[in-house]
């Protein structure tokens, strides 16, 4: 109908084409700014300033508007005792702008526009820092506005999949994401100041290999060859650590195509580094140094709360549990023992500590003591704990102890429930790593689709001779999820994996803006 009011989408398109018309560019090439918002407190007052960001607010008094300027900049740091400044007032009056100039503002810049200002640095007499704005321009036009009286966007899908709404909105999403980038920061440059090398190694993969987990899969067409995603770079940089560096690590992503929970994505980054001539308890000592100084570097504390639990990280005395010890004492019995799943199951559903319908999905010895021991003992962890000596069956690239060969030299560091890192003394010997990859296979077989495939090109590298070496994987996604406690580790990511909206979903979205 012709005469039906237009949306605010089309409103605004309509306003880009006058602009264009009228032979002004709608979409500016660059802006020569002077300062950054979040810095502006450190001038005097009378400073010119030549400032660029999203207006977030606009208020027209006649002759007079006020309106606030979001941007978080560059440069910028953190301080641990007040937010960062992301946005400023601006003034535009008549007798400085000009009768056309505060006539254009009023009807080109709506908020959500990106705004470029020069002017001085005021107070106003309510003590407002403000640019007392002379010239502006209009460097880009947004066509869709920002979240309703911005408040934020509510509906956790549309966070995710809007996360530059989120952002803009809501200031604890932006420092876990200013956070997030710190501590990547802080884990290569503190690896490298104690003697690593960063190495980056294949994500397309012909084996599944390097830990416990389901891959993805793709085809590589090219060579018309059956690939896997990585869903570690353990091999990998332990063959690097043959070649001759002793100290190696890589920060990247993994894939896991698991089920989804509140803890585990499909796609993660985590950093692993591999140190030639160190047992576990070196990496012990190594890791608890590291976060030690990572998080008072990225938050600056090493205190956190994390489900109402306060959480000491700088403390000394972190408890250490024998998992083995510990297993024993939950199940009853002595599960090493234990060859056969259907015998274990046995066992287990005799004792009535769960019931056989709860381990009918769990087909091998090690799938089942795993999930015992995140019901019982994993789950029941405040931390930060240390779980060492875990049983030969579930590390597979794992040292045997010198005195049971049924133990690995192992460690986990458990908080509120959950793993951050897993770290071992490494099993460099070729003849014991191929009879744990082989046997294996009887796991693959009874349909455990988390079992390593047999690996012969790392086997031959191993073959050739690896020193003896400790390693460790640690998550940054969880990391970051710690110590926000944040309720879901896609709040870590900047755009986790969503599903496409359908064309109604869209419909209402679109309408919506």
Request: proline residues 3%; negative net charge.
């Amino acid at each position: 109908m012709e005469n039906e009011p237009q949306s605010e989408f089309e409103i605004k398109v309509d306003k880009v084409k006058r602009l264009e018309e009228s032979g002004e560019k709608a979409y500016k090439a660059k802006f020569n700014k002077t300062h950054e918002i979040h810095d502006l407190e450190k001038y005097e007052l009378g400073t010119r300033v030549s400032i660029a960001g999203r207006m977030i607010f606009k208020r027209t008094f006649g002759k007079l508007i006020f309106a606030r300027l979001y941007a978080i900049g560059d440069n910028f740091e953190i301080d641990f005792n007040a937010p960062i400044r992301t946005s400023v007032q601006i003034s535009l009056s008549m007798s400085v702008v000009g009768e056309d100039r505060l006539k254009y503002f009023k009807e080109f810049c709506d908020i959500g526009d990106f705004i470029g200002a020069t002017g001085e640095l005021v107070r106003t007499q309510t003590g407002e820092l403000t640019v007392q704005v002379e010239t502006f321009e209009l460097l880009s036009k947004a066509l869709r506005g920002l979240p309703e009286k911005f408040h934020g966007l509510v509906d956790t899908d549309s966070r995710y999949r809007q996360r530059y709404l989120d952002i803009i909105s809501n200031e604890k999403s932006r420092n876990v994401f200013i956070a997030r980038s710190r501590a990547v920061s802080f884990v290569r440059r503190y690896l490298e100041d104690h003697g690593f090398i960063e190495v980056e190694t294949p994500i397309l993969q012909v084996n599944v290999s390097g830990a416990s987990a389901k891959p993805f899969f793709t085809h590589h067409n090219a060579l018309n060859l059956d690939c896997n995603l990585r869903i570690a770079t353990e091999t990998w940089l332990k063959m690097v650590n043959a070649a001759g560096f002793d100290k190696v690590f890589e920060l990247g992503k993994d894939f896991r195509n698991e089920g989804m929970d509140t803890t585990h994505l499909q796609e993660f980054t985590q950093v692993e580094w591999y140190a030639s001539y160190w047992d576990f308890e070196d990496n012990i000592k190594f890791f608890k140094q590291f976060i030690k100084e990572l998080m008072m570097y990225v938050i600056g504390t090493t205190k956190i709360t994390v489900a109402g639990n306060e959480i000491d990280f700088g403390a000394d005395n972190w408890e250490r549990i024998n998992y083995i010890e510990k297993m024993r004492e939950v199940l009853g019995f002595d599960f090493l023992s234990i060859n056969d799943a259907s015998e274990l199951v046995d066992k287990i559903v005799k004792k009535k500590l769960l019931t056989r319908a709860e381990l009918e999905d769990y087909k091998s010895v090690r799938a089942i003591i795993d999930f015992v021991y995140k019901k019982f003992i994993r789950a029941n962890i405040v931390g930060p704990t240390i779980l060492y000596n875990y049983p030969a069956f579930l590390k597979t690239l794992a040292r045997r102890n010198d005195k049971d060969d049924r133990i690995t030299d192992v460690f986990q560091v458990v908080v509120n429930g959950a793993e951050i890192l897993n770290a071992y003394s490494e099993l460099v010997n070729p003849i014991e790593q191929r009879k744990a990859l082989v046997s294996q296979l009887k796991d693959k077989a009874l349909g455990d689709d988390e079992t390593m495939d047999v690996d012969e090109d790392f086997l031959l590298a191993m073959e050739h001779g690896m020193p003896p070496m400790s390693g460790l994987g640690f998550g940054i996604d969880r990391f970051i999820m710690m110590i926000f406690d944040l309720p879901n580790i896609r709040d870590t990511i900047l755009f986790p994996l969503t599903k496409p909206l359908d064309k109604d979903d869209k419909k209402d979205d679109k309408d919506e803006n």
